[in-house]
């Protein structure tokens, strides 16, 4: 049974499209996040969300919209894409608490052309 | 603000060599301190945690120390594999929220050769 799991795992798109990565888990944990990996490994966090509340948004161009229909999904929407989205997107939850872990989605992998 | 940093990369190493990757953190309070392995083509997985001072955390023959005197969270293998193979990412977690932001060190990467 996969953990966190996202789709799709590749998704290559012209530039100025609009695409959507979907972010699911299983572990019954309460908070979700997105993370972006660029081309040198570097690894930053975008938004988190606490039982569907948003409570962590990193400074983030607003083209790009998190939604949380549940707290078992986090869904990350990115709308005109362009050259500098390319990258890869990684989802991540945990449960509630001061030293929990975080557990990684097996990342969605983005060119924009 | 926190940060990490990570001793730069790539580490080339043969079989069953020593492995430390060194890894410094700024951060207020008391934070949580990670490594996270990330093998090739795939996610980041867990490799060993400490939460408090002089915690030692340690999985598949890895270990790290949280070390508050020196803000240092070093990563230690005393004979690597080919398989070990992979970057190796330094993390930290605030203290004293529910739920916090997972701040990483560049990654350092790793190559095994036999």
């Known amino acids: 049974d996969t953990a966190v799991s996202q789709t799709p795992k590749y998704l290559v798109t012209q530039m100025g499209n609009d695409k959507s990565i979907k972010c699911e888990q299983n572990l019954g944990h309460d908070t979700m996040y997105w993370y972006k990996q660029d081309s040198k490994k570097f690894l930053k966090i975008m938004f988190s969300?606490?039982?569907?509340?948003?409570?962590i948004n990193e400074t983030v161009p607003n083209r790009f919209s998190p939604k949380s229909p549940d707290k078992a999904h986090l869904n990350l929407h990115i709308n005109s894409l362009e050259l500098g989205d390319s990258a890869v997107y990684f989802c991540a939850s945990s449960p509630s608490g001061v030293h929990e872990t975080q557990y990684f989605g097996p990342g969605t992998r983005l060119l924009v052309l | 603000g926190n940060s990490v940093t990570q001793m730069e990369g790539p580490v080339t190493l043969s079989e069953e060599a020593f492995l430390t990757i060194n890894c410094t953190y700024t951060?207020?309070?008391?934070?949580?301190l990670f490594w996270y392995v990330q093998y090739p083509g795939e996610g980041l997985q867990l490799l060993l945690k400490a939460t408090k001072a002089d915690d030692k955390g340690s999985n598949k023959g890895f270990e790290a120390t949280y070390r508050k005197e020196t803000t240092s969270f070093h990563l230690e293998k005393g004979s690597v594999q080919v398989s070990d193979s992979a970057v190796y990412f330094c993390?930290?977690?605030?203290?004293?929220?529910?739920?916090?932001?997972?701040?990483f060190g560049q990654g350092t990467i790793l190559t095994v050769h036999p």
């Open positions: 969300y606490n039982n569907k509340e948003l409570i």
């Open positions: 951060a207020t309070g008391y934070p949580s």
């Open positions: 993390a930290l977690r605030p203290g004293g929220t529910s739920y916090g932001k997972l701040t």
